[in-house]
């Protein structure tokens, strides 16, 4: 048993994580700076503190007495969001900075930070039929303005404490992850659970019609959940030093991806397109030959399969919300 310090816990990725190492019998202390209320998963058998770790003395509470720490705390959300709001993405470098001096000081054994495909060079994304990102793609350094520049920075801080301070640092690229108990409105939510939201609306409201930003040519892969996890768990205890990919090379379209939602509900909506919508790259795939080199397996879940359950997940969501509106509707 570790114990294990897991931060940006009351978010998607890092409340799996925290349930995934709770199932498996570590000890986890999870911090976010929302209020417990807010987090999207919960649970009892860890220590949950509300804490800004932008803040070095809060670094230095959330990792005191730990031996790894896995930092998946940032400001961000899909496109709409990282495109408007550039600086606040930017001072995540804080987060990670102040963990980093805090884990060398508290003697951390080894760290974890979540990175980003948004690293890469843009240049190398101009085109749909995108051939893979290659880990060496990242430089000479594009990256996406705001958000993608503070992760690649974050990432040469990992490598230089690991350089410098002999901290055992892993770092993994993430390309959009996707699942149950995500953001699936409100501004920060990535494609998937967009498409899924904007789909049941349509099917619930019967206005059949679906706004898509772009023109929907622009290709994504998608990583579901577990996979994600697993693959964060298997890096975090490998001896990989250098950023890693760790997504899905399943690339697709926006359209198909609508193709794959409206599949599952059931029903065909008329597509709209919204050409001055915060689009991104216009074709981004994971190339996953250093990941099957390193660790003999990549993420594999099929887009379908993760899609399906993403979708009852969010249907699940938006029903008990419309219920819950209109009971209080009627006891008024
Ligand atoms: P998320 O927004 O659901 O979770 C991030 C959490 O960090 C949030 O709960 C937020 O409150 C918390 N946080 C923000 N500022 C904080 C602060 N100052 N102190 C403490 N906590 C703070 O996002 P996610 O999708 O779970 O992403 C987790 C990590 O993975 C992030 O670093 C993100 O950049 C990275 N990532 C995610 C994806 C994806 O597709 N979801 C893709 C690439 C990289």
Redesign the pocket.
């Known amino acids: 048993m570790k114990k294990i310090v897991v931060?940006?816990?009351?978010?998607?990725?890092?409340?799996h994580l925290v349930k995934q190492l709770i199932r498996q019998g570590h000890s986890v202390r999870a911090?976010?700076?929302?209020q417990l209320d807010d987090?999207?998963q919960i649970s009892d058998e860890s220590e949950n503190l509300t804490?800004?770790?932008?803040l070095r003395e809060?670094c230095y509470k959330a990792v005191n007495g730990f031996n790894e720490v896995f930092?998946?705390?940032?400001?961000?959300?899909g496109m709409g969001f990282i495109e408007n709001n550039k600086a606040a993405c930017m001072i995540?470098v804080l987060?990670n900075t102040h963990l980093l001096i805090a884990s060398r000081d508290n003697v951390i054994d080894r760290f974890f930070y979540?990175?980003?495909?948004?690293v890469y060079n843009g240049d190398k994304q101009t085109d749909t039929d995108n051939p893979g990102l290659k880990e060496s793609d990242a430089y000479p350094a594009l990256a996406e303005d705001g958000?993608g520049w503070e992760?690649l920075f974050s990432e040469r801080m990992c490598r230089h404490f690991r350089e410098d301070f002999g901290i055992t640092t892993r770092v993994a690229?993430?390309?959009?992850?996707?699942g149950p108990y995500?953001?699936y409105d409100g501004g920060?939510e990535?494609a998937p659970a967009a498409i899924c939201r904007k789909v049941i609306e349509a099917g619930i409201s019967g206005n059949k019609e679906i706004v898509i930003w772009g023109d929907g040519l622009q290709t994504r892969s998608f990583m579901y959940i577990e996979d994600c996890i697993k693959g964060i768990q298997d890096i975090m205890y490998s001896n990989i030093t250098e950023p890693i990919n760790l997504g899905s090379s399943e690339m697709v379209s926006i359209n198909e991806l609508v193709d794959i939602v409206e599949d599952i509900a059931g029903y065909k909506l008329e597509r709209k397109y919204d050409l001055n919508a915060p689009k991104g790259v216009r074709g981004r795939n994971s190339e996953n030959t250093l990941i099957r080199q390193y660790l003999g397996w990549e993420p594999s879940i099929p887009l379908r399969k993760g899609m399906k359950k993403t979708y009852d997940w969010i249907r699940e969501q938006i029903v008990t919300e419309q219920d819950k509106k209109k009971k209080e509707r009627f006891n008024k």
Request: net charge positive; glycine share 14%.
């Open positions: 931060t940006g816990a009351g978010g998607f990725i890092a409340g911090v976010d700076i929302k987090w999207y804490l800004d770790l932008r809060n930092n998946l705390a940032a400001d961000m959300g995540s987060i979540s990175s980003s495909a948004c958000y992760k690229r993430f390309h959009n992850v996707y995500g953001t920060r990535k």
